[in-house]
């Protein structure tokens, strides 16, 4: 789920689409019908490179929720009422500190027969961590499935996103582990960017580690903000809130900016995300610098100008009618064949097919306008989220 679409968010990739609604399948829900209330195309979950809007996946989530009547969307080993996780996070809203909102939030699953069996470690590690370590981990599997293995993935993301939103700061992540095996290698790519570091698989128990100097970190959200959060689930859960509280969220937040302006300052040097030099200046460094502390959080300059590139070519090329050498030339290529070149580098196809066989109504069998909308087709019709 690296998720960054044309405007700077993130896009979700097939493997989580797949994975939440096999729970739905297995339960005997049809869910070709929920996938195109989502705006998916269901032949596109057999493309292994096939990625989506923050704002579709939401749509399926909320679908899946309604049609299972389970927030784990059939999943976990056992069925989770809608609306539990929202009386968690009330139960813990009121916390001092972060540890004692994160333990109240995992007793509280663990009044439910067949929930998550969730705990935090205050300075004892776990596999391969050093002492003085907190570590929040989910003992046992919760189902032996692969597809199901989402689950636990899901509960670390959204615990490490609620523990980091509660305080209204990053928590960088020393390190993770899951109890499943390795995915593929693209896919295992596609983790680091979820949790910044570099994921290890096969142990003992899904957990990660991280400073407890975080533990004592006071809560400063209120039931106000816990309600805008809730509304905005699970984009605001499943997503990655940046805080600025790292480089690489800083400089990424300078290039997904410098889409919308035109690249230079003031919009001066339209067509171009600004360099590295630019970047540096805006964050007040030298570029030496810039380039040490990118490295230093296992990334670089031209990494993350990739990424932004990427995400912003699969953004518009779905969800926009903006031709293709206007993007290119947007996204700061020097030439049409320099984009397609990339695009098939990150994607396997050139612009022009991604567009024919994922945009925005691919797959769906509208039909022709004429002002009316026939008994079905509401939601069909495309629209800007």
Do not use: N
């Not at 509280?108 to 050093?130: H, K, T």
């Not at 816990?226 to 689930?233: D, I, P, V, W």
């Not at 605001?236 to 937040?253: D, K, M, S």
């Not at 990339?342 to 994607?347: I, K, L, P, Q, V």
């Amino acid at each position: 789920m690296g998720w960054t679409t044309s405007r700077g968010r993130r896009t979700v990739t097939v493997h989580h689409v797949r994975a939440a609604v096999h729970g739905a399948q297995r339960l005997g829900v049809d869910t070709a019908p929920l996938l195109q209330r989502a705006r998916i195309p269901p032949l596109l979950l057999g493309d292994d490179r096939a990625r989506f809007s923050p704002e579709q996946f939401a749509r399926l989530v909320r679908a899946l929720h309604r049609a299972t009547g389970d927030e784990f969307l059939g999943l976990g080993c056992a069925r989770s009422r809608p609306g539990t996780f929202a009386m968690m996070c009330y139960a813990s809203i009121g916390c001092p500190d972060l540890g004692t909102a994160l333990e109240r939030g995992a007793r509280f699953y663990r009044l439910f027969p067949g929930g998550p069996d969730l705990a935090l470690e205050r300075g004892e590690g776990g596999e391969g961590s050093d002492s003085g370590e907190a570590v929040f981990g989910i003992h046992g599997r919760l189902r032996t499935r692969h597809e199901s293995q989402i689950v636990a993935e899901w509960l670390m993301l959204i615990w490490h996103r609620l523990a980091g939103w509660l305080i209204g700061r990053r928590i960088p992540l020393l390190w993770t582990q899951f109890a499943h095996p390795a995915p593929p290698p693209a896919a295992a790519y596609e983790y680091e960017q979820l949790f910044d570091c570099v994921p290890r698989f096969g142990g003992d128990r899904t957990a990660a580690g991280f400073d407890p100097r975080w533990l004592s970190a006071p809560v400063i959200q209120d039931e106000a903000s816990l309600q805008a959060l809730l509304r905005r689930a699970p984009v605001g859960l499943l997503g990655r809130p940046e805080y600025g509280t790292t480089v690489a969220e800083q400089v990424r937040h300078a290039l997904a900016g410098g889409l919308r302006t035109g690249g230079g300052p003031g919009g001066r040097r339209a067509g171009r995300l600004p360099d590295l030099r630019e970047v540096a200046a805006r964050l007040a460094v030298s570029p030496a610098t810039l380039r040490r502390r990118l490295d230093e959080e296992d990334t670089s300059f031209q990494r993350l100008k990739d990424q932004v590139r990427r995400d912003a070519a699969i953004g518009g090329l779905r969800e926009t009618g903006e031709p293709i050498e206007e993007l290119a030339v947007r996204l700061g290529f020097s030439e049409g064949a320099a984009f397609h070149r990339a695009f098939r580098r990150w994607t396997g196809m050139t612009p022009g097919a991604y567009r024919l066989t994922y945009g925005r109504t691919a797959g769906c069998q509208t039909p022709r306008r004429t002002g009316r909308v026939r008994p079905g087709e509401a939601y069909l019709r495309p629209r800007e989220t």
